[in-house]
């Protein structure tokens, strides 16, 4: 049997081979078209109808999620090929589907029936994707949509590519332990791993993956080595790379030429438009003023902050002026200085056990869940873990965990549904199953140890599958994150982070292996450093969001333009000078290979909504069961069975404002 297709409650990562995915996709479109051709031939269509055809992109989802994952995780030339196959077959089958008019009539006659609530709303939003599909287009423009979505799958797929093949590319070693002066023993120990894992000539090799780029830029007292690391990393997949074989510049203008011819055959004036359209935010001109507004009261926090470090870093014995490879550097040794620790002296108290112990007492309080250890379910690589969710003793769903940084792994930190909560049209209940990503760095012989920053990104990310597999809604297409508007989805996952700075939450998520604790002073300091540069973070953030906006609002097409529009943005915000070698936009795959293209701003946006949600719990208890079950409630079990405006509202009795994420950010407002 395919391990792909094969029926099981958890995906069978362990027996995955990719010889199996051709014929596993072959079969599964195969079915998903005769189903679709029975059910147009219904002669007395109801919901079941509907519903039957759901189960069909269920199990395709199924399917193209385990592919989707393992090409995530242990990528390789065959894989990669086998993922090509089955993206394409994908964007092929969905982009006719929503084109399919006697499919779209089909939706318009049920939707005349007595449906319930849930039904209504995922006929209403299936209605609209087929509008915004094309199907009331000519034929002739239908076919260039399909194009159009076939040629932007493979280009997206192509960018990231190259920024993983850019990444694991460069290599810098040296037999030289002085020039890692500053880095702390773990960093040496993996970098001496890396150089026998390469076979390289040198005794220690470190790369550009996230842990170990973070690590030498706030660690290495060797400012020539930070600077090295700094090029390296921003120029990546660009012309000013070493490498220049994972250029993405033509891949840039082709999407965004893409994105506007298909926006205007829909009827847009741009991409922004087209982007916004299913999102809470409705114009561009509403999301700029959302980020202008949020930087106007950030911009002079955000000044003094850089003034501080630089007086910092010249008495620190800097003497030219302080540069982009210095500013993480100093920002860890004034943290030391302000708070008496930096991020890395504090590692030893947050093992990632521990930190997991925490998240899942925090569940339990607020969520009355319970989470269990699953050791039957075969690995695909020693260090997974999956957890097992239950309530009252009744098991509602599992979260599959890849936790730590290595070749061939995408990087970054990201959730994915494996399998969707909803009731099938046997009356049975699909269990729900979530991926967690993370790059951390490898366990030591001793177990892995987390930066407070690294459990930051682990709740965030558990926030997303939580939104996943705690879903009440029977109907999979509005189930968990599907459908979710873009700029909402991120609310549960930023909503998880605020547990990690607040002493309730520290308390519970630290603790030595050797069973030293974090004093209340330690974890006063802690709370304290969430306000430590914020302005500053929250000043790139906005600088982001607003070149993503104004590209696409813009009709920017070629490399050029892009980066002058950058330039200008960064005249404008940026604190300090970038050199010009910096190419941050090629490997900017949020917006080239993931979903937030003319979206970025959604993490603002979210942001306000989740610290605003999480206010409620700082005025009736951080650990309120209460509260829990009303946001449980209200928003993380309804999907987009209701509109995430509704469920805020219902939440909170009001609609949403920026004083708390300015209060958590320590703005003054």
């Not at 020039?179 to 390469?198: W, Y």
Request: glycine share 4%; hydrophobic share 35%; net charge negative.
């Amino acid at each position: 049997m395919n391990s792909i297709i094969e029926e099981s409650d958890l995906p069978k990562l362990a027996e995955f081979k990719v010889d199996e995915v051709k014929p596993a996709i072959d079969y599964l479109f195969s079915q998903a078209e005769t189903n679709l051709e029975k059910a147009l031939q219904d002669q007395n269509p109801s919901w079941q109808t509907l519903l039957k055809l759901e189960e069909d992109d269920e199990k395709i989802n199924q399917a193209f999620s385990t592919i989707s994952h393992m090409n995530a995780v242990c990528n390789s030339k065959e894989l990669r090929e086998s993922y090509e196959y089955a993206l394409a077959k994908l964007t092929d089958y969905y982009t006719k589907l929503g084109q399919n008019e006697d499919l779209y009539n089909l939706y318009k006659q049920i939707r005349e029936d007595n449906l319930t609530t849930e039904q209504a709303q995922a006929v209403r939003k299936a209605i609209i994707s087929f509008e915004q599909s094309g199907v009331n287009l000519d034929e002739t423009k239908r076919k260039r949509l399909q194009q159009i979505s076939q040629e932007l799958a493979q280009l997206s797929t192509k960018f990231e590519n190259n920024v993983l093949d850019a990444t694991m590319d460069w290599l810098y070693t040296t037999d030289d332990e002085k020039e890692l002066k500053g880095l702390t023993q773990n960093i040496i120990e993996s970098a001496e791993a890396k150089a026998k894992q390469k076979n390289t000539a040198e005794k220690y090799a470190l790369g550009i993956d996230i842990p170990t780029y973070l690590a030498v830029m706030q660690q290495a007292d060797n400012r020539k080595l930070r600077e090295k690391f700094y090029k390296a990393y921003c120029t990546k997949a660009s012309k000013e790379a070493d490498n220049k074989n994972f250029d993405n510049d033509e891949i840039i203008e082709k999407i965004l030429k893409l994105r506007i011819e298909k926006s205007e055959i829909l009827g847009f004036n741009n991409y922004a438009e087209n982007s916004l359209f299913t999102k809470m935010a409705e114009t561009p001109a509403q999301v700029l003023e959302l980020l202008n507004k949020l930087l106007e009261k950030s911009l002079p926090q955000a000044k003094k902050d850089l003034n501080e470090l630089r007086r910092f870093a010249e008495d620190a014995g800097l003497v030219d002026a302080l540069q982009p490879w210095d500013t993480a550097y100093y920002s860890e040794k004034l943290k030391k200085a302000k708070f008496d620790f930096t991020e890395e002296e504090l590692r030893e108290y947050f093992p990632l056990e521990k930190a997991l112990e925490g998240l899942f007492k925090i569940l339990n309080h607020i969520y009355a869940l319970e989470i269990k250890e699953n050791t039957d379910y075969t690995k695909y690589i020693a260090e997974q873990q999956t957890f097992g969710f239950y309530k009252n003793d009744v098991y509602i769903g599992s979260i599959i965990c890849d936790f730590f940084a290595r070749d061939n792994k995408r990087s970054g930190a990201w959730m994915d549904g494996s399998r969707t909560a909803f009731v099938t049209s046997k009356g049975s209940k699909q269990k729900p199953v979530a991926y967690v990503n993370c790059n951390f760095l490898p366990p030591s012989k001793d177990g892995a140890n987390l930066t407070h920053n690294d459990v930051v990104t682990l709740f965030h990310e558990f926030g997303h599958a939580l939104h996943h597999i705690l879903s009440q809604v029977t109907i999979p297409s509005i189930s968990g994150t599907h459908g979710v508007e873009w700029d909402a989805v991120e609310l549960p996952s930023q909503f998880m982070e605020n547990f990690c700075w607040c002493e309730e939450g520290l308390v519970l998520i630290s603790g030595s292996r050797d069973g030293k604790t974090l004093s209340n002073k330690q974890i006063n300091k802690l709370v304290d450093t969430r306000h430590f540069h914020s302005a500053l973070v929250m000043v790139r953030q906005i600088e982001f969001g607003i070149f993503d906006m104004n590209i696409h609002h813009k009709k920017l097409t070629t490399a050029a333009e892009v980066q002058k529009e950058l330039d200008n943005i960064r005249a404008k915000i940026n604190l300090l000078r970038v050199p010009s070698y910096n190419k941050f936009q090629n490997g900017f795959s949020h917006i080239f290979a993931g979903g937030y293209a003319a979206g970025y701003y959604s993490y603002k946006w979210a942001e306000i909504l989740s610290s605003d949600v999480f206010s409620r719990f700082e005025q009736e208890g951080i650990l309120s069961n209460k509260v829990g079950n009303d946001l449980l409630e209200n928003i993380i079990s309804k999907g987009s069975s209701r509109d995430a405006m509704d469920n805020f509202v219902a939440f909170m009795g009001r609609k949403p404002n920026e004083e708390a994420l300015l209060r958590h950010s320590g703005i003054n407002n």
